[in-house]
């Protein structure tokens, strides 16, 4: 309960900096035309709500009507972003974080939707964080799918990781696999990862599949299951250390 009203506080205290930059916007916005164009704080208060009246004054008085206009500029600017930051910011509040996790949800597949030749890597444990790091730092587009939700919100560091089960069809198809490159089923769980490859072959038959086992006993059934690459990450590890003596 404590946690979630500090959260809710954290929400409603994240709100106020957006706020405070809108009166304060505003304040400033009023204090400038006061001193650009000598009019009361009345009139540079309407102002703000119809600009139209900065014409009609110019038409009738002289002044720096440029330098006014200018300033009128820069302080709606200022208001417009700091009233779509309070609306961001309220309906974060009401929805407890729903509506920018939905955002952001939305704006991962649009971005998705656009790619091709991806590389789609199904789990993002220490092996698969490895092969997206390496992919990424070679100038690849990468493709999380993690079925936990609290290693798919930690992996901060990969651009656009899809939440769900790899085994699906329709969390694949999200992760555009039909456009897919290269696949890898880097989920620390052999019988999963073979599964994922079954999946893979009817959706992807072109793309290259790799699929990480546990053991050897397992590799005879990846291949049959339509794996190109088979990974055993000790038998990889304890030849590199082999190698390295």
């Known amino acids: 309960m404590s946690g ?23 304040t400033v916005g009023i204090a400038g035309f006061v001193v650009l164009a000598d009019v009361s704080p009345v009139d540079a208060a309407f102002w703000l709500l119809d600009p139209t ?14 330098a006014t206009k200018g300033f009128a500029l820069v302080v709606f600017s200022g208001l417009i972003a700091s009233g779509l930051w309070i609306g961001e910011s309220v309906l974060d509040t009401v929805f407890g974080g729903q509506f920018r ?21 199904c789990g993002y444990g220490m092996f698969g964080r490895t092969v997206a790091q390496r992919l990424r730092r070679r100038g690849e587009d ?27 069809e329709e969390v694949l198809e999200r992760a555009g696999v039909s456009r897919a490159r290269a696949v890898v089923a880097a989920i620390d769980d052999s019988n999963v990862t073979i599964q994922i490859a079954i999946v893979t072959s009817q959706l992807a038959p072109d793309a290259a599949l790799v699929v990480r086992v546990g053991d ?5 059934v990846a291949r049959r299951a339509g ?15 082999v190698d390295g003596l």
């Open 216 to 220: 050897e006993t397992y590799e005879s």
């Open 4 to 26: 979630t009203v500090g959260s809710v506080r954290g929400r409603i205290g994240a709100a106020v900096v957006p706020i405070g930059l809108f009166v304060a916007t505003g």
């Open 142 to 168: 990468v493709v999380v799918v993690e079925s936990d939700s609290t290693v798919a919100e930690a992996a901060s560091d990969e651009p656009l990781v899809i939440e769900g089960d790899a085994r699906r």
């Open 53 to 66: 009246s900065i014409e009609l004054h110019f038409q009738r008085h002289s002044g720096p009507e440029r």
């Open 227 to 241: 794996a190109d690459t088979v990974v055993i990450p000790e038998v990889v590890s304890g030849t590199e250390v």
């Open 101 to 121: 996790e939905e955002l952001r949800r939305v704006q991962t597949e649009q971005t998705i939707e656009r790619l091709s030749d991806h590389v789609v890597i």
